[in-house]
């Protein structure tokens, strides 16, 4: 089974969303964890709601710390765009493709959504082209 790890840096929303995501769409045919390099102390209140949106709870999820043990288990890295910040994944890993999304962090609940929905529009052609 294919694992993927989405990174960011502070694993509090994107990368939240997007493990969640992957999990529900791909129904257990593949795996998913997110991780960060300077973890939050908690996911993304605006995180949780809008994921609430779409039925998919993450109020039990936690921010973690990024490992080398994630690194080497995982067949697919993905950064969620954070490629401008001096502790983003994406400059220490050559091994990850880069999503782009824009960080809703600060911004209003649509930001959040509008984060979710390009999240989520990846995620399932990600596991498209797994199927292949």
């Known amino acids: 089974m294919k694992k993927v790890l989405f990174l ?9 969303m997007a493990e969640a995501l992957f999990r529900h769409h791909a129904r257990g045919k593949a795996g998913a964890m997110s991780a960060g390099t300077k973890p939050a102390k908690a996911v993304s209140a605006l995180a949780i709601e809008v994921m609430r949106e ?19 288990d995982a067949d697919i890295r993905i950064s969620m765009g954070c490629g401008v910040e001096r502790s983003c994944p994406a400059l220490y890993l050559n091994l990850f493709e880069d999503w782009t999304i824009e960080d809703p962090y600060g911004g209003t609940v649509e930001d959040y959504r509008r984060a979710r929905d390009d999240i989520e529009k990846k995620v399932l052609a990600l596991i498209d082209s797994l199927a292949k």
């Open 8 to 16: 960011c840096v502070g694993n509090s929303c994107r990368s939240q």
């Open 54 to 72: 779409r039925g998919i709870d993450i109020s039990a999820q936690r921010p973690k710390a990024l490992t080398l043990e994630m690194v080497k």
